[in-house]
């Protein structure tokens, strides 16, 4: 069975680093891509950025380009996503999900992980 | 550019069907679009890719109750015989050169 699970919900300040993790399981880590979700409170989804763990070929949305960094660890079958310094206006909901090609969509979604930033 | 245009609400009695719509930008109208299903306090599930013939392929799982279809440039998901756990959020996604992806706005759809 294909999982893709997150980790757990965090609580913030302004200015302080954050790194989320999304594993994966049932399947070939480092043949298909992972892709990370922005979710803010009350609102749609948003395309972040993906990555290839075969390879660690990385692409980002211009919205979100220097503002996260993406990467994975293929011997434990991991995703991450961090921040180096976290905003207010980080706090929102964040899933990562697997897709076979950049071509594709994600066919199988994390439980999200809740980032909540505040003074 | 290339935008998705969904409405922001629909309703449907429970045991209806109900078509759900999702427009592509001027220019778009050939492109591929994924739906997915988020129902409330959960994480989105993956229900189909829509191809711009209406030909679909499901994600595992989802019952035939989904379907797909397309007409010129919209795409349209329709669920049959409604349930009460159909009441959920629905996106579609669609993408250009494998990093330009973009969501359309969702649709809220309540089952009365």
């Known amino acids: 069975e294909v999982q893709l699970v997150q980790s757990g919900a965090e609580v913030k300040k302004p200015g302080e680093s954050l790194k989320i993790s999304c594993k994966g399981s049932?399947?070939?880590?480092?043949?298909?891509?992972i892709v990370w979700v922005r979710q803010m409170p009350g609102k749609g989804l948003e395309w972040m950025g993906i990555i290839y763990p075969g390879d660690s070929d990385i692409r980002y949305s211009p919205s979100f380009q220097g503002q996260v960094t993406i990467s994975a660890d293929k011997s434990i079958s991991t995703a991450y996503l961090q921040w180096s310094s976290l905003k207010a206006s980080d706090t929102a909901r964040f899933y990562c999900a697997r897709q076979d090609s950049l071509n594709t969509p994600p066919d199988y979604w994390g439980q999200g992980t809740l980032v909540t930033v505040s003074s | 550019q290339l935008v998705l245009t969904q409405s922001p609400s629909a309703s449907a009695s429970l045991g209806a069907s109900v078509k759900l719509t999702c427009t592509l930008s001027?220019?778009?109208?050939?492109?591929?679009i994924a739906w997915h299903q988020q129902q409330p306090e959960k994480g989105p599930r993956y229900l189909m890719k829509l191809n711009s013939d209406g030909s679909h392929s499901k994600g595992d799982g989802i019952p035939d109750r989904f379907s797909g279809s397309s007409s010129g440039a919209e795409r349209y998901l329709t669920i049959s015989s409604l349930q009460s756990e159909d009441e959920a959020d629905y996106y579609c996604?669609?993408?250009?050169?494998?990093?330009?992806?973009?969501f359309g706005g969702g649709t809220k759809l309540t089952v009365l």
């Open positions: 001027s220019g778009h109208s050939n492109y591929a």
């Open positions: 049932g399947y070939s880590f480092t043949n298909y891509w």
């Open positions: 996604q669609t993408w250009d050169t494998g990093i330009h992806v973009v």
